[in-house]
């Protein structure tokens, strides 16, 4: 047995977090400097038992269904809601479109800088169409939109910035004295 011993306290939180839905490796930030491996160890040698409520194999499909029976949602939404990291809802979900064909994607949100994101629906129907991308001058534009009205602050300094930039571009060279002299000579 290596590392540090564990304290009452810890073990009263490893009781009370033992049978709760959330994997281990999200119950890491309770026990700094533990592992899920030593949290297993400890939860034996405390004779706590096998965890029940952790959803195993099948049981995260089954999860991230019951989010899409109440309405679709994307796959950042489904992840927030059931505590699993986004790339393994996508996957589950890419697995039962392809193979099951459980689900379908409902439409497109846009994310971010011109993104784009799918919303998930539960069903076996044709998917919708993905959007297309739009020019970079478009996005940027849009940016530029969307800043003035939710954060105006961001956006006067981004506007001042940019009249910075356009001046220094259309400054004309300072002329070298000695390099027209050299070039130049009378």
Request: glycine share 8%; hydrophobic share 35%.
């Given at each position: ?171 004309k060279p300072s002329a070298d004295v000695a390099s027209s002299w050299m070039f130049n000579p009378c």
């Open positions: 047995m290596s590392g540090k011993k564990w304290t009452e306290d810890e073990d009263a939180l490893l009781r009370k977090y033992w049978q709760t839905p959330k994997k281990l490796v999200h119950l890491m930030d309770l026990f700094p400097g533990r592992t899920p491996d030593s949290m297993q160890d400890r939860a034996l040698r405390l004779k706590l038992g096998r965890r029940k409520h952790v959803p195993r194999g099948g049981g995260s499909w089954k999860l991230i269904a019951k989010q899409l029976m109440t309405g679709p949602k994307t796959a950042v939404q489904i992840a927030e809601q059931i505590g699993m990291k986004r790339d393994k809802v996508l996957e589950i979900l890419r697995k039962y479109k392809a193979k099951q064909r459980a689900v379908y994607v409902f439409a497109w949100t846009e994310v971010g800088r011109g993104g784009r994101s799918r919303i998930f629906a539960l069903g076996n129907a044709m998917d919708a169409p993905r959007p297309k991308t739009m020019p970079r001058p478009q996005v940027q534009k849009n940016y530029i939109k969307r800043l003035k009205t939710e954060r105006p602050d961001a956006y006067d300094v981004r506007m001042a910035k940019d009249k910075e930039r356009k001046r220094r571009e259309h400054r």
